[in-house]
């Protein structure tokens, strides 16, 4: 394929790339003055980023190292939408902070560019060198508040532990190079198919593992809590929705295009890291304090889910791959902005214990956290439920029957420490007045509750025609 | 002549690598160090790889080498406090060193007798195309995607240096030659009566 169609199938990434260099050069002549502007334009260029891939055509271009197909298309589209979202609480929430430096909105920019190749990567170094574009603008960003213990802490424990996780990923791709001979996943599913070593498979689980640590699923999860924790509490908001939601896309291309033919293998593997994800999510939750603590608990639980549909290793379990993470995204997006939301004499409400009697304090946030908290449970009739309803039908149809009760019973478990939060809110005794809302913070908090119960159900029927239609050109079949 | 200049060079490349980890100051060890990487590369040009050759001199002798030097020249480390467990690791040191050698063994005779990845010979360029215009072409066509992207990489790690490590301290103060130069004598200078007993208030 020439360059001109090369260039217009990448035309997201493009406008991205572009306009985010553009922006640096202006944000370096003006300074910090123009955090609000460079912000606003940021955002701007991810929602017509947002507006191109929505829009966007079929197709392989770049020598089979870009896929543009509907899966891509639809990952990338919320993807960039949540981006945008966070730079819009990023730029309220630094403000507050007198910590308002211009570089944040790009390095969100920059980040988004990497996810994107992420759900884009046709062979593996496309792969490599998008995880490494996202995660290290992660790095930066975790370690934002640079004068503050816990954020130094946080940013320097997920650089360490996100370098191992590199070095497992590379060796796994070297491996994988060494005994399939390519880079491309067409090419290694050829030659697994052709030739099936024990190499590959090593290589395989490396590969997984090395992704895993960046959905922080079980055995790599150790960096969650601390980071979430101390990191700012927008940039957790961008971790927990997609960057995770680029690196499931990403497995599940790399395991149904290029290790296709080795679904008994890895499906293995996913089981395991699925169901010890359930196990530390769901007890590791139990004894936390920190809001932000817990619901790093909850997405590992929550990345359990994920990895049980992708192994299921069908269409099916793709599309529920989709929605799940797309309904997970906007329960997130709303619970952190909700703690953005309170706080009291300009400290942030962190504890669980300081949010007793919110309901007497502030009625609407209160009602918005316990609609998400119940959607992150699971709750039917909230949007959470239909992300694990789909989940745990394509796993029933892989046979998981198993593997779904235990999921379940994490559910009953989580169930717990969710309730827990709707207990201290609405049946304690109140601590006080708070700080009056900052606007973004609130109305995000409102417009994902809003989406979890009455949009969803509206929603999702447009949403499950599209992620059918996306599954059905997923890696160009 | 082509193996005189080889066996020079190689072993140039030996003993400046044990006077590496041998010599008592650490400043001659990163000299050493420099010495080595100049005879690899001497090396790789007898293989006819001048671009790796380059690229060693350039990446390792002018960066890595260079910063080398300014470590060991700036911090004030303690080389023989470090080197005091010497004796004592110098067995699992051995060992380690004669796996590595084992292997290195096995993989150079495993790939002189059957080639290397998965027994695909490397695609060769015409004969009058140099290396250098290969891998351009290879870097500019087959990979330009990701080697544009490998260049914003390297924009984030700039930015993210940037972000966490420059601070503008508003408490130094700082020359500005323009102020300083433009100041007239009505800026500074104010005459005042003073009364006899009374001093001057603020």
Known sequence: MDL??????????????????????????????????????????????????????????FNGSFIADGVANFAKTFIYIASALVVVLARGYFERQNNNRFEFPILVTLSAIGMSMMVSAGDLIALYIGL???????????????????GSEAGLKYFVLGSLSSGLLLYGISLVYGFAGSMNFDAIAASAQANMQVGLIFGLVFVIAGLAFKVSAAPFHMWTP????????????????????????????????????????????????????????????????????????????NMGYAMLALAAGTDKGVMALLLFSVLYMVDTLGLFSAQIALSRKGIAVS???????????????????????????????FSGFWGKFFVFGAALEAGYWGFAVAGLVASVIAAFYYLRIIKVMWFDGDKGE?????????????????????????????????????VKSFGLN | ????????????????????????????????????????????????????????????????????????????VDFTKLRQGFANYLPIGMVVGILLLIELIM????????????GKSPQVYGAEMSNIEAIGRVLYTDYVYVFQAAGLVLLVAMIGAIVLTLQHRTYVKRQDIHTQVTRRRKDAVAIVKVKTGEGIKE
């Open chain 1, 4 to 61: 001109t169609s090369a260039l217009h199938l990448a035309l997201p990434e493009l406008i991205l790339a572009v306009s985010v260099l553009g922006i640096l050069v202006y944000g370096a002549l003006r300074g910090d003055k123009a955090a609000g502007s460079v912000a606003a334009l940021c955002g701007a260029a991810l929602i017509a980023a947002a507006f191109a891939a929505a829009f966007n055509g079929h197709g392989k271009v």
């Open chain 1, 132 to 150: 490494e574009l996202n995660s290290l603008a992660a790095y930066v960003m975790a370690a934002f508040r640079r004068d503050d213990a816990k």
């Open chain 1, 226 to 301: 601390d980071v979430y924790e101390g990191a700012p509490t927008p940039v957790v908001a961008l971790f927990a929705g997609a960057p995770k939601f680029a690196a499931l896309v990403l497995l599940a291309r790399v395991l149904n295009d290029a290790f296709a033919g080795l679904h008994d293998q890895w499906a293995q593997v996913l089981l395991a890291i699925a169901t010890l994800s359930f196990l530390i999510g769901g007890l590791g939750g139990l004894m936390q304090k920190d809001f932000k603590r817990l619901l790093a608990y909850s997405s590992i639980a």
């Open chain 1, 351 to 381: 504890k669980i214990d300081d949010l007793s009697g919110l309901s007497k304090v502030d009625m609407k946030l209160t009602i918005a956290i316990t609609v998400l908290a119940l959607s992150v449970l699971g709750m039917p009739p």
């Open chain 1, 434 to 470: 708070l700080d009056k809302a900052p606007f973004e913070a609130k109305w995000i908090a409102y417009a994902a509750a809003a989406f979890a119960f009455p949009i969803a159900a509206f929603a999702l029927s447009g949403l499950y025609p599209l992620a059918e239609t996306a």
């Open chain 2, 1 to 76: 002549m082509l193996a005189i200049a080889f066996y020079i060079l190689a072993a140039v490349t030996v003993v400046s690598g044990a006077l590496v980890i041998t010599a008592r100051n650490p400043v001659h060890s990163v000299l050493f160090l420099i010495l080595a990487f100049f005879s690899a590369a001497g090396l790789f040009v007898l293989m006819g790889a001048e671009f790796l050759a380059m690229l060693l001199v350039v990446v390792y002798v002018g960066a890595v080498a260079v910063l080398f030097l300014f470590v060991v020249m700036m911090l004030d």
């Open chain 2, 107 to 118: 993989i150079s005779s495993a790939v002189a007798q059957r080639g290397a990845a998965a």
